[in-house]
């Protein structure tokens, strides 16, 4: 069974910033991967959603933003935790910076790994 790893929220800002997004590219699959794992479930690799998102020019990126919603929400209930509804959160943010949701999608995870 796959872990979720702690990530350091600025650092991964940074880098995204620095690198010119390629860093970024690299946390959506890992966020992909670690929301997946949290919610139990075998959704779209971190790999496919990325070539999704890429193909479609970012059109992928907002289902995207909402499914993660959905999942963490997901695990957050199974884990006996108030959940919100952080699809249409993470979606509106998506919309308007990505790194902001990415931000806060890493947030969550951080507090159920």
């Known amino acids: 069974m796959r872990t979720v790893q702690q ?5 991964c800002i940074i880098l995204s910033l620095v690198t010119c997004g390629i860093y970024g590219l690299y946390w959506f699959v890992c966020l992909t991967e670690d929301t997946n794992t949290v919610a ?3 959704g779209t690799s971190g790999g496919m959603a990325l070539l999704f998102t890429l193909i479609t020019c970012g059109i992928y990126g907002l289902y995207w933003a909402y499914k993660c919603g ?5 695990a957050k209930t199974d884990r006996g935790m108030a959940a919100s509804n952080g699809g249409v ?3 509106i943010l998506y919309i308007f910076g990505g790194i ?3 931000a806060l999608i890493q947030n969550e995870l951080n507090k159920l790994a």
């Open 7 to 11: 990530r350091n929220i600025a650092l």
């Open 40 to 42: 139990n479930e075998d």
């Open 70 to 74: 959905e999942k963490l929400d997901k």
């Open 89 to 91: 959160l993470y979606l």
């Open 100 to 102: 902001i949701a990415y």
